[in-house]
């Protein structure tokens, strides 16, 4: 299985401020990742697919880029609601598999 | 807006198996763009995925579950379901459904059901 590893594993930020999340693949994937967030007891949410573009009704604060093993997610402006933990997943080869997740907290 | 919900027991005794159901509105399971899939987290643990069916009734499963895994639609119903069956307490886990892509990437997930592998 292709091992997804994100950094850092929590990140404490302000609201307004702009943050970077890194996904690292252990083999390449060309741009078969997604991006998504979860708030406690709510489904997760769809944010980024096919590495860098929006799902539909996504703001465009949220970015994504990267291609092959390296990926990042950028979230410029953070408000209150994007405080969540962000998950980005590998859909090059079944099973799919997923990072371990980075929890974006206010400082 | 689609919407998925998972529902089913919220604890089963080991060696017995596990039965969730997804219900899904505000689109139809009968559609061939869509894998209908299901995820699983055990607590304080990552994300796995445990397989998925697709609208013409091929299935594909985690090799690791394989042996253990069943995946089935009920257009009638616009639901599909997971059965999982010799579970012990490592199958302990929020399962998520989810409608996927077929290229792979999720649009929309569950909320997510605990269920919980106790004697």
């Known amino acids: 299985d292709i091992q997804m590893t994100q950094s850092p594993s929590s990140l404490s930020a302000s609201v307004g401020d702009r943050v970077t999340i890194t996904c690292r693949a252990s083999?390449?994937?060309?741009?078969?990742l997604a991006w998504f967030h979860q708030k406690p007891g709510k489904a997760p949410k769809s944010l980024i697919y096919a590495a860098s573009s929006l799902q539909s009704g996504v703001p465009s604060k949220f970015s994504g880029s990267g291609s092959g093993t390296e990926f990042t997610l950028t979230i410029s402006s953070l408000q209150p609601e994007d405080f969540a933990t962000y998950y980005c997943?590998?859909?090059?080869?079944?099973?799919?598999?997923f990072g371990q997740g980075t929890k974006l907290e206010i400082k | 807006q689609v919407q998925l919900q998972e529902s089913g027991p919220g604890l089963v005794k080991p060696p017995e198996t596990l039965s969730l159901t997804c219900t899904v509105s505000?689109?139809?399971?009968?559609?061939?763009?869509?894998?209908w899939s299901w995820i699983r987290q055990p607590p304080g643990k990552g994300l796995e995925c445990i397989g998925y069916?697709?609208?013409?009734?091929?299935?594909n499963y985690n090799p690791s579950l394989k042996s253990r895994v069943t995946i089935s639609l009920d257009t009638s119903k616009n639901q599909f379901s997971l059965k999982l069956s010799s579970v012990t307490a490592a199958d302990t886990a929020v399962y998520y459904c989810?409608?996927?892509?077929?290229?792979?990437?999720?649009?929309?997930w569950g909320q997510g059901t605990l269920v919980t592998v106790s004697s």
């Open positions: 505000g689109g139809s399971i009968s559609s061939f763009t869509y894998y």
């Open positions: 069916i697709y609208y013409g009734g091929s299935t």
């Open positions: 997943q590998q859909y090059s080869s079944y099973p799919y598999t």
């Open positions: 989810a409608r996927m892509y077929t290229s792979g990437w999720i649009d929309y």
């Open positions: 083999q390449g994937i060309s741009n078969y």
